[in-house]
Each structure stands twice: as C-alpha cells, then as structure tokens.
C-alpha cells in the first residue's frame, strides 16, 4: 500500500495537451474550406487541450 501513488497510471492529461496541440496545427487547413467547421475544430483543440492542462497540472495540487 506504501507505493500506491507510484503505481498509478499517469499521461492522460499529456495525452490531451497532445492531440489539443495535433489538431490546432491542422486546423487552418479546416479553416480555409469551411469557416464554421474550421472554428468549431480550433475550439474543440483548445478545450482539449485546456482540460489536459488542468488533468496535467493542477488537478495533482489538491
């Protein structure tokens, strides 16, 4: 029971911040053909990646 903080599995929220940041480099190519699907990819990345952050970073302070 002592290494049960070290046996947890850890990544989700690097994981996130990843596609988050994959699909903000593709979006413009989105962008360009269809402007409301385009906007809709940018805010989905940023919300993924936003919750990645969180799950990452500061979810491990409290």
Known sequence: MAHS???RP?????I???IGILI???AP??????LIG????IVLGFVLGGIGF???FF???K
């Open 5 to 7: 903080e070290h046996n």
């Open 10 to 14: 850890k990544g989700s929220g690097v």
């Open 16 to 18: 996130l911040i990843a």
């Open 24 to 26: 903000f480099f593709f």
């Open 29 to 34: 190519r989105y962008y360009k053909q269809d």
């Open 38 to 41: 385009g906007l809709a990819i």
């Open 54 to 56: 969180y799950i990452a």
């Open 59 to 61: 979810k491990k302070r």
